[in-house]
């Protein structure tokens, strides 16, 4: 059972162009949202999260959107930097605190 | 900062050998997890433990693994008899109490050869 899935896979973006990634979750009962952004041979590494009690929470150059109603979450990296050029993951959790991830997306910023 | 530290980074076992993945969470979390990567895909829940005690496991979490608190800081994975397909990079992760964020330790990368 795939509690959240992810999209797109991958993407190339310029640098300062805007990255999306998209994510859908199935289960109602998940009330924190993560999105981690994890380097080669490196650790996930908590970089942004959002309850669904708002709808957009922005941090820098992140910004997580959040459709309750329609059970989809996003984040925007804005002005993308080369050093950006990573995979996020995004993931949710309900009370049992137990990560749910999505399958990651690969983003590689061109300068 | 303090982070989430694992040993060893790279692991290279034998199929049957048994093997212990250590972790140190942050000192003042409470709460630990133990997640998987296989090479290319996604992050996968294993195990859940708090006050020295399972709180939660994954169907992934079979008899063959088992969890510990041998001390006050470090925490540990064992896998009693690895198989092939258990290779993958072996996440720890740990949080404090009443907050929802998990931090990542660098992993621990497992191969059974």
């Known amino acids: 059972q795939q509690q959240v899935k992810q999209s797109p896979q991958s993407l190339i973006v310029q640098k300062g162009g805007i990255s999306i990634i998209n994510c859908a979750y199935e289960?109602?009962?998940?009330?924190?949202f993560p999105w981690y952004q994890q380097f080669p041979g490196k650790g996930p590494a908590l970089l942004i999260a959002?309850?669904?009690?708002?709808s957009e929470k922005k941090e820098g150059r992140f910004t997580i959107s959040f459709n309750k109603s329609a059970k989809q979450f996003s984040l925007h990296i804005m002005d993308s930097q080369p050093g950006d050029s990573a995979t996020y993951f995004c993931?949710?959790?309900?009370?049992?605190?137990?990560?749910?991830f999505g399958a990651g997306t690969t983003v590689t910023v061109r300068a | 900062e303090p982070e989430v530290t694992q040993t060893p980074s790279h692991q290279v076992t034998q199929m049957g050998q048994e093997v212990i993945l250590r972790c140190v969470p942050i000192?003042?979390?409470?709460?630990f997890y133990w997640y998987r990567q296989i090479l290319g895909q996604k992050v996968e829940f294993l195990v859940s433990?708090?006050?020295?005690?399972?709180?939660?496991k994954s169907e992934i979490f079979d008899d063959q693994f088992s969890v510990e608190r041998p001390d006050g800081s470090n925490f540990t994975l064992k896998i009693r008899s690895t198989k092939l397909e258990d290779s993958a990079m072996y996440f720890c992760?740990?949080?404090?109490?009443?907050?929802?964020?998990?931090?990542f330790g660098p992993g621990t990368r497992l191969t059974v050869t």
């Open positions: 992760a740990s949080r404090r109490t009443g907050v929802s964020e998990q931090y």
């Open positions: 993931a949710a959790s309900k009370d049992d605190y137990k990560l749910s």
């Open positions: 433990f708090y006050n020295n005690e399972i709180s939660e």
């Open positions: 289960n109602t009962a998940f009330d924190y």
């Open positions: 000192s003042n979390h409470l709460y």
């Open positions: 959002i309850r669904p009690d708002v």
